[in-house]
């Protein structure tokens, strides 16, 4: 049993890390400079909230993985005006287009923050339930990049449908920890954490993530 514990506690220290989000095109080399400076994950936009699959993410996302990242993530901002396709459909092309071009990712995580939303939390509500059982349909792990404002405005101050999804909170504290972390939405801790915005290393704009 101790010898269990100890490698449960030796493992989890092996996945903490820096992580980094962009939206830029990454070339293969950009990865190999950003695992020198510290990064041992990536998140990629998979979809733009102006309705079209994200090509430079896709790539991004083949890129790391060819780099020799092992953790490798997506998002989707998701476009909900009625001229865009239902929930289902967007999945289905980020998807598509992962596959088209070899990429893979770990968990693709549903982006809920303004702009973009309509004010009818129930609408809004629905929305990421039908996006979240499609990836389950397609048996793609995901997750919800939020925080507490942006969770509160899209989908209302009570909803807790989603706490069993991995959040990634979207807090730009400067801090490389849960700390000041105060449970919303029913999760009792993130997943990850978007500590810094605006950052950049070897020439990549970027945003800076961390887990432990
Ligand atoms: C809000 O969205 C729900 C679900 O789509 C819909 O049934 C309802 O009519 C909408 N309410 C308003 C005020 O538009």
Redesign the pocket.
Known sequence: MLRFVVFLCLSSSVLAGLGLDAVQYIAPKTFQCLAGNGFSFFAGRLWQRYNYVDNNGVLNIANARSAGFKEIYGYIYPCISSDCPPPEGQVQAVLRALKANGASCDKIFIDVEQPGWPS?S??NQ?FITRMGSELDYQGAAWGIYTNEDNWKAVTGGKWTKMKNQPLWWAEPNNNQDFNGYYPFGGWRMPYMHQYQTDSSSCGVSLDRIWHP
Do not use: I, R
């Open positions: 009818n129930t609408f629905d």
